[in-house]
């Protein structure tokens, strides 16, 4: 069993509060609870809205259907009325509504506390009311969570949920919601995961200029600075972080940025640099719909191709695009390891909707150790930094000792030093494009979730895991064998595995948030697939599995 709860209203309105505050209270119910943000680029006004769902099982993916809405302004409860389903019901933050239940949550915050702030309190309490969760579970929550600012704020607050959860008894209404399990009790953002996966991994040097969605990992890695020895420099661009980090990883450091589309396209002179210099500069690329500042709080999978094309001349770079919260940790984890071992730049795409959403799942493993830097421990006095090998590596040495590390942004001799001899050149690149065959034969390997024996395959990749394993699961239920195919490796391929994996299926659907098809025109460009099927979501929205079933009706038919 699963519903939606909506907090809906203006930015500045406290609605992400509200939200945060209940996806806390029931995480630490023990209920599963996914929670994910719609939010325009404004300070103040608009229309935001903040969604939990929750269950008594595992959550894969938001949905379009809504069971509770909680509007604070009138425009809220106008524009989203529409989105509650039949058998769910809407607050409304006021004395009269004909088409919800009015609460006066301000109201009440000022009368109680003083403070309209705690009108997300009073809306919590309730919302607990309304699906039949205990109050006092709710309170000890708020005692918790309050607990460094004292007894009064403590009690304040109770006394608002106490009263939220009065008048929402008196109405009459009552909604069965799932019941709770033993379902983890904290709750992780997709921006904390990647930071976690960094920070463990051994990153201790992160540049960037803030830019949404980045900005949410570039906040967490600032966040725990102390606590894992990081030096977090916000930079006056993005072309001055790109370049800090080809700095830091000279030296040895384990640095990486974190940036957007807009910024992305700043720094691909210095991904270039990097390529030359085959340093292992690691990218955090959120990707955001464009073009220009497009939708700077929206999400989509529109950068795909530009991650892989952006940069001048040709050099070998990986692309990976972790798809829930857990792998957003094991995934970074593993890229930077890779940009280490091949002394190459990686990108790591993800999107707003992962960066917000808030997921209670196990613990991270957070004793993983530290990644191997594949540093030259004893370098030799005629150390030289671009010896050519047949692996394409060149053994890695930091500058220092009584060796030379010569590096050049021109094309070098072994040495490093500048070099335009044509024979040279071609040894060079030849040694630098070989790395791209080990990294294609160590390939993470798409994942198949479905049925033995499906017919119709949905082919996805990042963020789009969790729409489709729910549209695969629905589908299954109504006797439509699907499956899926889920990449968090994007570039390079290991194309035999890849090309074995899509064999037998009488139907190939690409699920994309983008449109123009990019995963589906890369997998064809590698020579794996002829045309297929492309199902194609670009609104800005998050892809959910009640659009892919909708669509899927058009595809097939």
């Known amino acids: 069993m699963d519903l939606t709860i909506r907090i809906a209203g203006e930015a500045g309105q406290g609605v992400q509060t509200t939200g945060s505050l209940l996806a806390g209270a029931l995480a630490a119910l023990g209920v599963h609870v996914l929670a994910t943000q719609s939010y325009m680029s404004r300070i103040r006004g608009g229309l935001?809205?903040?969604?939990?769902?929750?269950?008594?099982?595992e959550i894969y993916a938001a949905t379009d259907r809504v069971d509770v809405l909680v509007a604070l302004t009138t425009a809220a409860l106008e524009t989203l009325r529409d989105t509650v389903t039949e058998q769910g019901f809407a607050i409304f933050d006021g004395e009269m509504s004909d088409?919800?239940?009015?609460?006066?949550?301000?109201?009440?915050?000022?009368?109680?506390?003083?403070?309209?702030?705690?009108?997300?309190?009073?809306a919590a309490g309730a919302v607990f009311a309304l699906l039949g969760?205990?109050?006092?579970?709710?309170?000890?929550?708020?005692a918790e969570l309050f607990a460094k600012k004292g007894d009064a704020v403590i009690a304040a607050n109770q006394r608002c949920a106490q009263r939220g959860a009065e008048l929402a008894t008196a109405s009459g209404i009552n909604l069965p919601a799932p019941a709770p399990s033993s379902a983890p009790t904290t709750l992780t953002t997709g921006a904390d995961a990647?930071?976690?996966?960094?920070?463990?991994?051994?990153?201790?040097?992160?540049?960037?200029?803030?830019?949404?969605?980045?900005?949410?990992?570039?906040?967490?890695?600032?966040?725990?600075?102390?606590?894992?020895?990081?030096?977090?420099?916000?930079?006056?661009?993005?072309?001055?972080?790109?370049?800090?980090?080809?700095?830091?990883?000279?030296?040895?450091?384990?640095?990486?940025?974190?940036?957007?589309?807009?910024?992305?396209?700043?720094m691909v002179e210095g991904m270039s640099l990097a390529g030359i210099m085959e340093l292992p500069a690691v990218v955090l690329l959120a990707q955001r719909p464009g073009p220009a500042t497009g939708m700077p709080t929206r999400t989509a999978q529109q950068d795909l191709l530009f991650a892989l094309f952006g940069g001048h001349?040709?050099?070998?770079?990986?692309?990976?695009?972790?798809?829930?919260?857990?792998?957003?940790?094991?995934?970074?984890?593993?890229?930077?390891?890779?940009?280490?071992?091949?002394?190459?730049?990686v990108i790591i795409l993800t999107d707003q909707y992962l960066q917000d959403a808030a997921q209670n799942i196990p613990p991270l493993d957070l004793t993983l150790p530290p990644i191997d830097r594949k540093l030259l421990a004893d370098p030799p006095t005629d150390y030289q930094r671009y010896v050519v090998t047949e692996s394409g590596v060149s053994p890695r040495a930091t500058p220092g000792g009584a060796h030379r590390v010569v590096v050049d942004s021109d094309e070098h001799d072994e040495s490093g030093k500048l070099c335009e001899d044509i024979a040279t050149h071609l040894r060079q690149q030849d040694k630098r494009m070989r790395k791209g065959v080990l990294m294609?034969?160590?390939?993470?390997?798409?994942?198949?979730?479905?049925?033995?024996?499906?017919?119709?395959?949905?082919?996805?990749?990042?963020?789009?895991?969790?729409?489709?394993h729910e549209a695969v699961d629905v589908l299954n239920r109504h006797g439509r064998k699907t499956g899926m195919l889920h990449f968090t490796q994007l570039w390079p391929l290991n194309v035999p595995v890849v090309m074995e994996a899509l064999q037998g299926y009488r139907r190939v659907t690409v699920v994309e948030g983008n449109c123009t098809g990019q995963f589906a025109a890369l997998l064809r460009l590698a020579g794996i697939i002829q045309p297929v099927d492309s199902l194609l979501h670009y609104s800005g929205l998050a892809l959910t599995a009640d659009i892919i079933l909708a669509r899927l009706q058009e595809v097939i038919a």
């Not at 094991?330 to 002394?343: C, E, F, L, V």
Request: with cysteine.
């Open 48 to 57: 935001n809205w903040f969604d939990l769902r929750i269950a008594d099982s």
């Open 99 to 122: 088409s919800a239940l009015p609460l006066p949550l301000t109201k009440i915050a000022k009368d109680i506390a003083q403070s309209a702030m705690m009108a997300n309190t009073v």
């Open 133 to 142: 969760y205990p109050i006092d579970e709710l309170c000890a929550y708020l």
């Open 194 to 266: 990647i930071a976690l996966g960094a920070a463990s991994a051994g990153v201790k040097f992160v540049a960037a200029y803030p830019m949404s969605p980045s900005t949410a990992t570039f906040a967490a890695l600032a966040a725990m600075a102390d606590e894992y020895g990081i030096v977090v420099e916000q930079a006056e661009d993005e072309i001055a972080a790109i370049n800090m980090v080809i700095g830091a990883t000279y030296t040895g450091v384990p640095a990486m940025a974190t940036t957007s589309g807009g910024g992305f396209a700043l």
């Open 313 to 345: 001349g040709e050099f070998v770079k990986a692309i990976y695009a972790p798809g829930t919260i857990d792998q957003c940790y094991q995934i970074t984890r593993h890229a930077i390891a890779q940009a280490h071992k091949y002394q190459t730049p």
């Open 440 to 468: 294609a034969n160590e390939a993470l390997p798409p994942v198949y979730f479905g049925p033995a024996g499906a017919e119709h395959l949905l082919v996805c990749w990042g963020s789009s895991y969790g729409a489709c």
